[in-house]
């Protein structure tokens, strides 16, 4: 079992910047993959970025330049740096863990969601 935390969203004006972090605890030496996902209201939740335990990462397109997404190991902690924040970046982020159980099948484990909301 993974419980994940996500803190960091927020309130922020257009071109603003915000941090969010996710905290894993449990079994997280069997976590492969991290990433962040968001949903806007009556959109689905779509991936924005994922990083693989080797340090493998990809980012959406409509987000490279402006969002980092990072992990530190020794601290079972996901990052998602956001820079240049647009109203279309307005959602519920979501960090996700993906645990490996055989070569073909895998477990996903969620956070419980932060809300981020840029004003323009």
């Known amino acids: 079992q993974v419980q994940l935390v996500e803190s960091g969203g927020g309130l922020v004006q257009f071109g603003g910047s915000l941090r969010l972090s996710c905290v894993a605890s449990?079994?997280?030496?069997?976590?492969?993959?991290m990433g962040w996902y968001r949903q806007a209201p009556g959109k689905q939740r779509e991936l924005v970025g994922r990083?693989?335990?080797?340090?493998?990462?990809n980012i959406k397109d409509s987000v490279k330049g402006r969002f980092t997404i990072s992990r530190d190991n020794a601290k079972n902690t996901l990052y998602l740096q956001m820079n240049s924040l647009t109203p279309e970046d307005t959602a519920v982020y979501y960090c996700n863990a993906q645990v490996d159980i055989s070569p073909r099948l895998y477990q996903n484990y969620w956070g419980q969601g932060t809300q981020v909301t840029v004003s323009s």
């Open positions: 449990g079994s997280t030496l069997s976590i492969s993959a």
């Open positions: 990083i693989t335990s080797g340090g493998n990462t």
